[in-house]
C-alpha cells in the first residue's frame, strides 16, 4: 500500500462536500495552512474514503494514473480549483455573509458540466443514481461531489452548516446535535485546544 493509499483523511464534516472543503486546514492562516490533497494518490484515496469511489475503480485510477502522470496532475489541479468555491460558499452561508457571487458562478458552471453524465443504473431491486464515467476521466469523484454540494444548498440542513469555532481551523461541518449547538469541527481537537487556550488566557489576566 502507498503512503497516498494508506493516509487517512479527517471526515469530521459530516458531508462530502464539506469534507472536501475540508481537505486544506486552517485556509486563512497563509503561515499555518496546509494542503491535504498533496498528490493524485491522495484524492483518490479522498473519494474511496467517502464512498464516491469503489475499491475496484480506485485500483483502476491508481493504474491509469501511472499510465498517463500528465492527466492525473491535471486531474488534481481541477479537483483543487473546484474546492474553492465550495468552501466559499459554504463558508458565507456558515459566517451569515452574502454568498460571493463569483464562487456562485463557478460552482454553477461546474455544477451544469457534472450533472450532464447524471444516469439512473439498475441495482438489485431497483435502480439509483450514478455518473456515467469516460475511461480517460481520473477525477470521477468531483461530479458526485458537486451534487452533493447543491443538495446541501437547496436542503434545510443548510442552516446546520457551521465553521469551526476554534478561531484558526477554520473548517465546515454539519451540526447534527440535537439541539444545534456544536462549536467545533472535533471535539478531542479544536475543542479541548480552544478551551486551553481560554483557560491560559483566563489564568494569565488574574495574574496580571
Keep these: 500500500m502507498s503512503a497516498a493509499e494508506d493516509y487517512r483523511f479527517d471526515l469530521t464534516g459530516g458531508h462530502p462536500a464539506l469534507d472536501f472543503a475540508n481537505t486544506m486546514s486552517r485556509r486563512e492562516d497563509l503561515g499555518e495552512n496546509r494542503e491535504y490533497l498533496t498528490d493524485y494518490g491522495r484524492l483518490v484515496a479522498f473519494g474511496e474514503q467517502t464512498g464516491l469511489v469503489a475499491s475496484t475503480e480506485a485500483r483502476r485510477l491508481r493504474e491509469e494514473a501511472g499510465r498517463h502522470p500528465r492527466a492525473a496532475a491535471a486531474a488534481l489541479r481541477r479537483a483543487t480549483e473546484l474546492r474553492e468555491p465550495i468552501y466559499q460558499v459554504f463558508k458565507a452561508r456558515a459566517r451569515g455573509e452574502p454568498v ?93 485546544r480552544e478551551k486551553a487556550r481560554r483557560h491560559h488566557q483566563r489564568a494569565k489576566a488574574l495574574r496580571s
Design 100 to 192: 460571493p457571487a463569483v464562487a456562485l458562478e463557478e460552482l454553477n458552471g461546474a455544477l451544469s458540466e457534472a450533472l450532464g453524465s447524471l444516469r439512473v443504473e439498475p441495482q438489485r431491486g431497483g435502480f439509483r443514481w450514478g455518473f456515467a464515467r469516460a475511461e480517460t476521466d481520473l477525477a470521477p469523484m468531483l461530479a458526485p461531489v458537486l451534487r452533493s454540494a447543491a443538495e446541501l444548498l437547496v436542503s434545510p440542513d443548510l442552516e446546520r452548516v457551521r465553521e469551526c469555532d476554534s478561531g484558526s481551523c477554520f473548517w465546515l461541518f454539519l451540526d447534527t446535535s440535537k439541539n444545534g449547538t456544536r462549536r467545533w469541527c472535533d471535539m478531542k481537537v479544536c475543542g479541548n
